[in-house]
T-cell receptor, first 113, second 114 residues
């Protein structure tokens, strides 16, 4: 059974510092991996999706890498801002789990001015 | 505007009174799913649907039912709600599981079962 882990559970950084968020998964047979952002009490907003054949995706200050062989993905957020404060979650579709989407528990990020 | 719409957004009800949470998407997505989010337990998938009339259990299906009679709608039914189903619920959709397009989430439904 796929297990998705996100470390650390919480992170606090001063504004301007780069953020590095980690996601690991136990079964490398995945269709894709997605990163989401969730603000308190709100729904999830998709940030980046990496297909299993890709190594990375970029959008603005965000860059996500994928290393399937080691079961890891990293989300980099450059030059963090207070508006980046949120919980970040990763999720994977595994090829042998039909339609199940497995989420990590998330990393809660606080960017202090 | 592309969106996933859930109703109601908030509901307080009593044990045993059947309720339905509706979910509708306007993106012609094949894949739809329901999640519940609880403090300390994260997001857990309840049911998903790969297409019309094709549904399957997620990780926590007990006490829930779903149906997918039309592509755009995927209601979540609690036939006899209990207090342990008090939670924040999300509906989501995408083209399919292998798509290069992301999951779209609704704004959530906060259910309180007394």
């Amino acid at each position: 059974k796929q297990e998705v882990t996100q470390i650390p559970a919480a992170l606090s950084v001063p504004e301007g510092e780069n953020l590095v968020l980690n996601c690991s998964f136990t079964d490398s047979a995945i269709y894709n991996l997605q990163w989401f952002r969730q603000d308190p009490g709100k729904g999830l907003t998709s940030l980046l999706l990496i297909q299993s054949s890709q190594r990375e995706q970029t959008s603005g200050r965000l860059n996500a890498s994928l290393d399937k062989s080691s079961g890891r993905s990293t989300l980099y957020i450059a030059a963090s801002q207070p508006g980046d404060s949120a919980t970040y979650l990763c999720a994977v579709f595994t090829t042998d789990s039909w339609g199940k989407l497995q989420f990590g528990a998330g990393t809660q990020v606080v960017v202090t001015p | 505007e592309a969106q996933v719409t859930q109703n109601p957004r908030y509901l307080i009800t009593v044990t045993g009174k059947k309720l339905t949470v509706t979910c509708s998407q306007n993106m012609n997505h094949e894949y739809m799913s329901w999640y519940r989010q609880d403090p300390g337990l994260g997001l857990r998938q309840i049911y998903y649907s790969m297409n019309v009339e094709v549904t399957d259990k997620g990780d926590v299906p007990e006490g829930y039912k779903v149906s997918r009679k039309e592509k755009r709608n995927f209601p979540l039914i609690l036939e006899s709600p209990s207090p342990n189903q008090t939670s924040l619920y999300f509906c989501a959709s995408s083209f399919n599981r292998g798509s290069d397009q992301p999951q779209h989430f609704g704004d959530g439904t906060r259910l309180s079962i007394l």
